[in-house]
């Protein structure tokens, strides 16, 4: 069986259209076709079907779609198995995620990831979230790490990794200030028609029933600093802001509430996770 047409057999079904597997596969959508037509004069089959809703696979398909699956994986487990031995296995890894995690979470675990896996090429970039999903389907990044996640293609699938705790705080000098209190510094992602479906503001129009954005952005530097200005409050992941509560330079405006934000990873359904990629999610778990 010829590994090339398995593969862009693999693409278009996991990306869902022949267009979309070309992209992915960064060949024509003429030679993705070519090759699922040779697969299937190989194999004796008829693999897919073409309707309104898109593609459908045929029983045989389904079968050989399953085995194209294990086959990629093995591959994967073979190549870290080996490569892990000799010290040999070398691959890129590209992770499109936002500034505080980055910052936060991944610095510390990338290092270690590189301790396991030496010659593993990690690429970080960080932008909003809509951007990096656009370079996602491009291929031109292997997975996102993210808290928000836009609505998502088809051919792209989301896991949560685990919840990770915010904290709503306030400059601790300004932290009787009601006209600070009634200033909500949001992320970029806060949209002006949903603010009432945002929970934490929410909640906090409870105890401050003026409350509203007073700027929204998602660097994750000017949140602290326009709070630790005391021009408002934020809610912030608690691995940002906990040194800072320590220090009493942030005030934690409500220390008995709990705000959960999940974690999440996001991919093409023809990412096929590698052991280094196991590896680096695992650790962030």
């Keep these: 069986m010829n590994y090339k047409n398995l593969q862009a057999f693999f693409y278009v079904v996991s990306s869902g259209s022949f ?6 596969a960064g ?8 090759s699922v037509k040779n697969l299937e004069d190989e ?25 194209a699956v294990q086959i990629f994986r093995d591959v994967e487990e073979l190549k870290a198995d080996l490569g892990h031995q000799n010290h040999t ?17 991944l610095a510390k675990r990338i290092a270690l990831l590189k301790e396991e896996f030496p010659l593993v090429r990690p690429q970080v970039y960080t932008a909003p979230a809509d951007e990096l999903l656009k370079k996602l389907k491009k291929g031109e990044l292997d997975l996102l790490i993210l808290f928000y996640t836009p ?43 949903r603010i009432n479906k945002f929970p934490a503001l929410l909640k906090h129009r409870e105890d401050y029933p003026d409350a509203d954005v007073y700027l929204t952005t998602n660097n994750i530097n000017m949140h602290l600093q326009m709070t630790l200005q005391g021009h408002g409050v934020s809610i912030l992941p608690k691995f940002v802001v906990e040194p800072l509560i320590q220090s009493k330079k942030l005030k934690d405006i409500y220390p008995k509430e ?22 680096l999610i695992g650790s962030l778990g």
């Design 19 to 24: 267009v979309k597997a070309s992209e992915v």
């Design 27 to 34: 060949v024509s959508q003429p030679a993705i076709s070519s």
């Design 43 to 67: 194999l004796g089959v008829v693999l897919l079907e073409r309707s309104n809703r898109g593609i459908l696979l045929t029983q045989a398909g389904e079968r050989v779609y399953q085995t």
């Design 89 to 105: 296995y070398s691959t890129d890894l590209k992770i499109g995620t936002s500034d505080e995690i980055a910052s936060y979470l």
């Design 151 to 193: 609505e998502l293609p088809d051919g792209v699938s989301e896991q949560k990794i685990r919840d990770v705790e915010f904290k709503m705080v306030v400059s601790r000098s300004h932290a009787r200030k009601k006209s600070v209190l009634n200033n909500f510094i949001g992320s970029r992602i806060l949209q002006i028609h």
């Design 258 to 279: 709990r705000f959960d934000y999940g974690l999440k990873v996001v991919m093409r359904n023809s990412f096929i996770p590698s052991r280094v990629y196991k590896s």
